[in-house]
């Protein structure tokens, strides 16, 4: 393995990246937070894990698709460093008009009736690979870590890295808003909680778009 300290600042925003990303509930962990206090804590697990298989599939793709393009077409890394920061900037954007919303986020029970614990893992991961957002901001996630000859083994720490992190992360989301009360305490802090993620994502993209490798 190549010199850790010279990837390693890279891995690390990626990681930052990803796990900001998601603790700004959007459609699929808002369906996690309904499911888990409409049908139950188990349900919602289920979910969770079909949501964040998802995510791991979506990461696997982008590193394959991004490492064969880079072995091809060199020059193609700052077109992508270029388009993950501007994607980086619309996130800040979204997060600061977020913060300055009035309206609280608001869970819903995915539709269609219940479902058994397999059947709701199957329509996590559906909805995740159905989502085309998802493949725009895996490439911005994995384009923080990128630099010119960057080995695969970079790719595969943040793909493993993020996937651990999708798990514990949307496991805890459907376990701690299993109640009404958790989604109150968490609506009370989002315009705290969204600023914070807007200079986040600022501040990555300011990194992506002024880096030279």
């Known amino acids: 393995m190549q010199d850790l300290s010279?990837?390693?600042?890279?891995?690390?925003?990626?990681?930052?990246?990803?796990?900001?990303?998601?603790?700004s509930p959007g459609p699929n962990i808002l369906a996690i937070m309904g499911t888990s206090m409409s049908?139950?804590?188990?349900?919602?697990?289920?979910?969770?894990?079909?949501?964040?298989?998802?995510?791991?599939?979506?990461?696997?793709?982008?590193?394959?698709?991004?490492?064969?393009?880079?072995?091809?077409?060199?020059?193609?890394?700052?077109?992508?460093?270029?388009?993950g920061g501007l994607y980086l900037l619309w996130l800040?954007?979204?997060s600061?008009?977020?913060a300055m919303a009035k309206h609280d986020i608001e869970a819903r029970q995915l539709a269609g009736g219940t479902r058994t614990p397999m059947g709701y893992l199957t329509r996590?991961?559906?909805i995740q690979m159905t989502n085309p957002k998802a493949a725009l901001a895996w490439i911005a996630i994995i384009s923080l870590g990128l630099q010119q000859d960057t080995p695969l083994w970079v790719g595969a720490m943040?793909?493993?890295?993020?996937f651990a992190l999708s798990v514990v992360i949307h496991v805890t989301y459907a376990i701690a808003f299993s109640t009404p009360v958790m989604v109150r305490i968490y609506g009370r802090a989002r315009r705290g909680i969204q600023t914070v993620l807007g200079c986040f994502?600022?501040?990555?993209?300011?990194?992506?778009?002024?880096s030279r490798t």
């Open 6 to 23: 010279i990837y390693l600042p890279g891995i690390l925003l990626a990681y930052s990246a990803f796990f900001v990303g998601i603790a």
């Open 39 to 83: 049908v139950g804590r188990r349900s919602g697990i289920a979910l969770a894990l079909g949501v964040a298989t998802g995510s791991f599939t979506w990461a696997v793709l982008t590193v394959v698709g991004l490492s064969a393009l880079l072995a091809t077409y060199a020059a193609a890394l700052v077109a992508i460093k270029v388009f």
């Open 92 to 94: 800040a954007y979204k």
């Open 96 to 98: 600061f008009k977020s």
């Open 124 to 126: 996590g991961y559906v």
């Open 158 to 162: 943040i793909v493993l890295g993020t």
């Open 201 to 210: 994502f600022a501040f990555a993209s300011l990194k992506l778009l002024t």
